[in-house]
């Protein structure tokens, strides 16, 4: 098995950072022989085969769960500096030349959905800060066989560049706001952009072609009176909300578990306001919000129970990071380098394909939070992509 393991990374955009990639040819040829079909993908495969939404393999791991989701971290970098998320300072970044291409993304989207991905995330760091996104997001938006393409963005740079990205093919964003208040958002953030996320917001909301959903963080001591206010927001401007558990992935390792606020306490705090919530049964079994409306059916609100209801068994997701590496869950510690092969020319689509599948074949059952000898990943989330 190959592994990826972090080493001591760059300290600034500079000076690339290093890492350490065990795994070498023979590895990926074991990985080729556990892969039945490859020859749908010879490297001969034209781009419009790999396009092709007929796939003859699927992701399916040990446990029965078939993988159709990809969340792809364009970028590390980010321009405010989340508490939960990333360092107060000393932020290392990849260098830019570490970072996967649009091409090289594409390439490995092609094969994905020739195994049957069929739902895109892009995400970071802040993936806006990755110049001409839009260029990107106009590669994956033609690619038959992709779905569904999504964006996850702090919105602070969203309202420039909206356009452009509708224009290429973008349908749906994932806002992160965990604040109506300026002075909160810069105490959270550690940064003074609150106008410019509710100038994203509001470009977004105004825009028909977008579906725009709200993803709420609630810290105990920050955020956590803003709630009922949040809510009030999302019905007002009827945009559905997710709220997100805590999870420890944040850079400065202060996560606890008696710092989760849980789905059930806010479920608590919102029904006490607005009257018993509605679970709402119709919805896709792999996606990670359980979903309930209020009971006038005026707001549909997510519940992320990353923490205390775990919903590792319907996980469907894959992630690729900004540096090329394969991860097959939030908390994995094991990396499949992907980067070398999409390094290649022409880029060794079977051996993509035999990663991808060795890739999925090793995930465990669950993330195992709440396990004693539970350790947090080396990656914070910024550095995995959320
Ligand atoms: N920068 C973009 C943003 O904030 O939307 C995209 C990347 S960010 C890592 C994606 C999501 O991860 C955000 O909604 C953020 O709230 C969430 N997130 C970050 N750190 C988290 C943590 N420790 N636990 C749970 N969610 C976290
Ligand atoms: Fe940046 Fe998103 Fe992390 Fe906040 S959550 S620091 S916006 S990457």
Known sequence: MMHYVDGNRGASADQPASSEI?????????????????????????????????????????????????RISVTDVCNIRCQYCMPAEGAQFLASERLLSFEQIEEFVRVAVSFGIRRIRLTGGEPLSRPNLHQLVAKLSAIDGV???????????????????????????????????ATTFEHISRRKSFQNVLEGLQAALKCPDVEVKLNTLVLRHLNMCEVIDLVTYAREHQVDIRFIEFMPLDASRQ?????????????????????????????RSSQPSA????????????????????????????????????????????????????????????????????????????????????????????????
């Open 22 to 70: 065990v795994g070498n040819d023979s590895q990926i040829a074991d990985a080729k022989k556990m892969l039945p079909g490859l020859a749908a993908i010879s490297s001969e495969s034209n781009n419009a085969q790999l396009g092709s939404a007929q796939s003859s393999t699927v992701l399916k791991d040990r446990f029965g769960r078939i993988h159709q989701s990809l």
């Open 147 to 181: 779905d569904d393409l999504a964006l996850t963005t702090n919105g602070t740079l969203l309202a420039p560049q909206l356009p452009g990205l509708v224009r290429a093919g973008l349908r749906r964003i994932n806002l992160s706001l965990d604040t109506l208040s």
């Open 255 to 283: 996560w606890q578990n008696s710092s989760v606020v849980t789905g059930h306490e806010l479920r608590e705090i919102i029904s006490r306001r607005f009257g018993p919530l509605n679970r709402l049964v119709d919805q």
């Open 291 to 386: 979903d309930y409306e209020l009971s006038d059916g005026s707001l549909k609100i997510g519940f992320i129970d990353s923490v205390s209801q775990p919903f590792c068994g319907a996980c469907d997701r894959l992630r690729l990071t900004a540096d090329g590496q394969l991860q097959n869950c939030l908390f994995g510690t094991e990396h499949w380098p992907v980067v070398q092969l999409l390094q290649t020319l022409p880029p060794d689509r079977e051996s993509i394909g035999a990663l991808l599948q060795a890739c999925v074949s090793a995930k465990h059952p669950a993330h195992g939070i709440s396990d004693p000898q539970f350790v947090a990943p080396p990656r914070a989330m910024y550095q995995i992509g959320g």
